[in-house]
């Protein structure tokens, strides 16, 4: 008894002991920058030198910024193409799946948008959809009249749109494809079988038999669209349209960018970046009810 006693005690040990160097980490590069963050939020700082406290002065200025609205309303359009980007992947997924002739070669040029990444993308983009660019050239190539004052990126009322396209729908098609291929590879061969000898469509097969059997991935996808467009537009905003023309795509993240680096209103940014994390943990939370309410429903 006494030597299961010590046992179990040694085994306490070694667990704290192995989770100190992870716990320790944790503390250093997640909660403190955030709890910092969060004060720095009331402060007025430069980013360097004494941070002189402010009180709620950001929060009042960030509540009277038209960027910050902006970049609300810029973040609400992108989220309206989240389902958008969830069901082409999905809907492809489901075609390849079939055997389609030829789809490990479709698969492939489909991934290559993830591999390239969002820098390379964005300033391709930003080349092709220029004024000048080859989209122009081909347009005039093809007798269109005026292309040259054809600009995409440069109306206030198109460019959030193509940016969505590009980002959420685009970017994403080949992680989709890959990951909704790799879901839908656990489902029972049969279930299509019964229902073909049923007479079910192939529509009636993808929305009663793949779409639920693989309705934990399409989640998980979807909350991590979301924090996509919210917190790692960045990079892609920065190359394809600089936030522009005027404040048409400009976001949360790149706010806090511009205001923090550029301005060196750091204070002011950290105001900007308290709300990106309360919309993270709203996410977030979500994530978990809906988690659990799947698991208490089966």
Known sequence: MYTR??????EQSDAYILLFPLLLLMLVFIVYPVLANFFYSFTSWKGFGTAVWA?????????NDDKFWSSLK???????????????????????????????????????PTILGYVILGTLFSIILSQSGPLIEMLELLGVEDARSINILGHSNTAIHIVALLFVVFSKMGFGCIYFLAAMSSIDSGLYDAAGIDGASWWQKFFKITVPSISFSIQFFLVLSFIEVFARMYSFIYTLTYGGPGFATYTLEFGIYKIGFQAFKMGYASSWAVILFVFCSIIAALQIYVLKKGEQLK
């Open 74 to 112: 810029n973040l609400g359009v992108l989220v309206l193409y989240i389902p958008v980007g969830t069901f082409v992947p999905l809907l492809i997924a489901a075609i390849l799946r079939e055997g389609l002739k030829g789809w490990t070669f479709f698969r492939s040029v489909i991934y290559l």
């Open 55 to 63: 009180g709620f002065k950001n929060y009042e200025h960030l509540f």
């Open 5 to 10: 006693k010590m046992m179990k005690q040694q």
